[in-house]
């Protein structure tokens, strides 16, 4: 198993058409970049597909008053939307204002209106927001100095800027009616606040969610997922694979190289070397839950499959990881498996028994 990396499956949240977004996270999410206003140093862009991290830099007198100079990368977007981010700067900077964050614009004009989740060179963190065109520039300050989680949302018409150290509970401060919902540029800036200096900084786990309809219903509406590898000391997470069906509960092979997963009741085996699925052939046993757990030794899974002629009780078997009959282990239902004994004697799970929920263990060589 897998020291430095934990595997996690994260729902990704539907369009208000009721289908997943899908974003290919092994290219720029981004329809470009560009200076935003005369900046005297050319700005850029760069994106790491091996970490999916980016590296924006830029030079830029200011995104205040009436009008910008700073470097952007954007996309098109319309509709309601949630924009969020790892962020830090990189090194220390020429200037306490130079900024960095997430935007949201109506043209890329220097003078457009715009709605951005601010981070200062010094720690000040805020919402600053234009209306109009050429118009000044107002700001709400966040509590949070220097957070390194932001993320800024659209509902309808209202802007909610919330960040954190991460770990943390967020800040959030919002306005309202400043942009509708019209189609708009969002994206990550950067601005030096010394037009003759170019700054730099690394935007990552960065990812554009559509929110669900506000009459979702956890586990009757199933959305998309993203199958994630996360790096337990850093926090850098890494898309790879997406799915438009739910995935679930994703548990390492010994070996590093395989991600085990439930889907529709089926189990699959993502390769991360090829980035494809395969299905593991678990015969009679099609409609399975997330309770499945690899044998320490990763020989034997456990799963609990949900058996339709016991009122759809969910009973645990066990079969060869690589596919095979599965040997029932529970007589009775409900049982949900949880846990192998480091010697792969015994399986751990939680059964409903008499009424209550309690923690039980069984031998895996013969039935209870």
């Given at each position: 198993?897998?020291?430095?990396?934990?595997?996690?499956?994260?729902?990704m949240m539907i369009t208000?058409?009721?289908?997943?977004?899908?974003?290919?996270?092994?290219?720029?999410?981004?329809?470009?970049?560009?200076?935003?206003?005369a900046?005297?140093?050319?700005?850029d862009?760069?994106?790491?597909?091996?970490?999916q991290?980016?590296?924006?830099?830029?030079?830029?007198?200011?995104?205040?008053?009436?009008?910008?100079?700073?470097?952007?990368?954007w996309?098109?977007?319309?509709?309601?939307f949630?924009?969020?981010?790892?962020?830090?700067?990189?090194g220390?900077?020429s200037?306490?204002?130079?900024?960095i964050?997430?935007?949201?614009?109506?043209?890329?004009d220097?003078?457009?209106p715009?709605?951005?989740?601010?981070?200062h060179?010094?720690g000040?963190?805020?919402?600053?927001?234009?209306?109009?065109?050429g118009?000044?520039?107002?700001?709400?300050?966040?509590?949070?100095?220097?957070?390194?989680?932001?993320?800024?949302?659209?509902?309808?018409?209202?802007?909610?800027?919330?960040?954190?150290?991460?770990?943390?509970?967020?800040d959030?401060?919002?306005?309202?009616?400043?942009?509708?919902?019209?189609?708009?540029?969002?994206?990550?800036?950067?601005?030096?606040?010394?037009n003759?200096?170019i700054e730099?900084a690394?935007?990552?786990?960065?990812?554009i969610?559509?929110?669900?309809?506000?009459?979702?219903?956890?586990y009757?509406?199933?959305?998309?997922?993203?199958?994630?590898?996360m790096?337990?000391?850093?926090?850098?997470?890494?898309?790879?694979?997406?799915?438009?069906?739910?995935?679930?509960?994703?548990?390492?092979?010994?070996?590093g190289?395989?991600?085990?997963?439930?889907?529709?009741?089926l189990?699959?085996?993502?390769?991360?070397?090829?980035?494809?699925?395969?299905?593991?052939?678990?015969?009679?046993?099609?409609?399975?839950?997330?309770d499945h757990?690899l044998?320490?030794?990763?020989?034997?899974?456990g799963?609990?499959?949900?058996?339709?002629?016991?009122?759809?009780?969910?009973?645990i078997?066990?079969?060869?990881?690589?596919g095979?009959?599965?040997?029932?282990i529970t007589?009775?239902?409900p049982?949900?498996?949880?846990?192998?004994?480091?010697?792969?004697?015994y399986?751990?799970?939680?059964?409903?028994?008499?009424?209550?929920?309690d923690?039980?263990?069984?031998?895996v060589?013969?039935?209870?």
């Amino acid at each position: 198993m897998s020291e430095k990396y934990i595997a996690i499956s994260i729902a990704m949240m539907i369009t208000a058409g009721g289908t997943a977004l899908s974003q290919d996270y092994s290219k720029s999410i981004f329809d470009g970049n560009s200076d935003i206003g005369a900046c005297s140093i050319k700005g850029d862009m760069i994106f790491g597909a091996d970490t999916q991290e980016y590296t924006i830099s830029g030079s830029g007198e200011n995104i205040w008053f009436g009008s910008d100079q700073f470097h952007y990368a954007w996309k098109k977007m319309s509709g309601d939307f949630i924009l969020r981010a790892n962020i830090s700067f990189t090194g220390q900077g020429s200037h306490m204002h130079r900024k960095i964050g997430w935007m949201v614009r109506e043209t890329l004009d220097a003078d457009s209106p715009h709605i951005s989740g601010t981070v200062h060179g010094d720690g000040l963190t805020s919402l600053q927001y234009r209306i109009t065109r050429g118009g000044e520039t107002g700001e709400r300050k966040s509590s949070t100095v220097a957070p390194d989680v932001i993320q800024l949302e659209r509902k309808g018409n209202r802007y909610i800027f919330s960040c954190a150290h991460a770990g943390e509970t967020f800040d959030t401060v919002a306005v309202s009616g400043k942009l509708d919902s019209r189609e708009v540029f969002a994206g990550i800036f950067i601005c030096s606040h010394d037009n003759d200096v170019i700054e730099q900084a690394r935007f990552y786990n960065v990812r554009i969610i559509r929110p669900a309809e506000d009459d979702f219903v956890p586990y009757r509406d199933y959305i998309g997922s993203n199958l994630e590898v996360m790096d337990i000391a850093t926090g850098v997470r890494k898309v790879v694979m997406q799915s438009p069906v739910s995935i679930q509960a994703p548990n390492w092979t010994p070996d590093g190289n395989f991600l085990i997963y439930n889907s529709e009741g089926l189990l699959y085996r993502f390769d991360l070397r090829n980035g494809q699925p395969s299905k593991i052939n678990s015969g009679f046993a099609t409609n399975n839950n997330n309770d499945h757990v690899l044998s320490f030794d990763g020989t034997m899974i456990g799963i609990s499959h949900h058996v339709a002629a016991e009122e759809n009780r969910s009973v645990i078997f066990t079969m060869p990881a690589d596919g095979g009959t599965p040997k029932r282990i529970t007589e009775e239902g409900p049982s949900y498996l949880h846990g192998w004994s480091p010697d792969g004697r015994y399986l751990t799970y939680t059964a409903v028994r008499d009424g209550n929920f309690d923690i039980y263990k069984i031998s895996v060589k013969k039935k209870k």
